[in-house]
């Protein structure tokens, strides 16, 4: 299972990105999926969290601005970003609960866990 991430850039105060994230590999379901940034230095926060039902949760400081969506149908999450602020500047994870199948014993099973994109460079400065 890979998550590619993609959308990054540069942009001006109070400009609008878009990010993307799919998913691709074997798998059965894809659960919740998410999109987490970081900044050198700091730990890795949540930014907003989407549930396969398309129940949303965001970070206070992005509320109003983000919008966090899926197409279930690409396996895909997107984030839509709204005037974007110079505080926003980090590096962007999106992140996905991946329900896939595997072999143990000569059995084979099912198993959910947690992937993680690349990550993609968000600039907000003039």
């Known amino acids: 299972v890979q998550l590619q991430a993609s959308g990054g850039g540069l942009v001006q105060p109070g400009g609008s990105l878009r990010l993307s994230c799919a998913a691709s590999?074997?798998?059965?379901?894809?659960?919740?999926m998410g999109w987490y940034r970081q900044v050198p230095g700091n730990q890795r926060d949540l930014v907003a969290v989407i549930t396969s039902g398309g129940s949303t949760n965001y970070a206070d400081s992005v509320k109003g601005r983000f919008t966090i969506s899926r197409d279930n149908a690409k396996n895909t999450v997107y984030l839509q970003m709204n005037s974007l602020k110079p505080e926003d500047t980090a590096v962007y994870y999106c992140n996905a609960g991946v329900t896939a199948p595997y072999r143990s014993g000569g059995v084979d099973r099912t198993r959910t866990l947690v992937y993680w994109g690349q990550g993609t460079l968000v600039t907000v400065s003039s």
């Open positions: 590999g074997s798998f059965f379901s894809v659960n919740d």
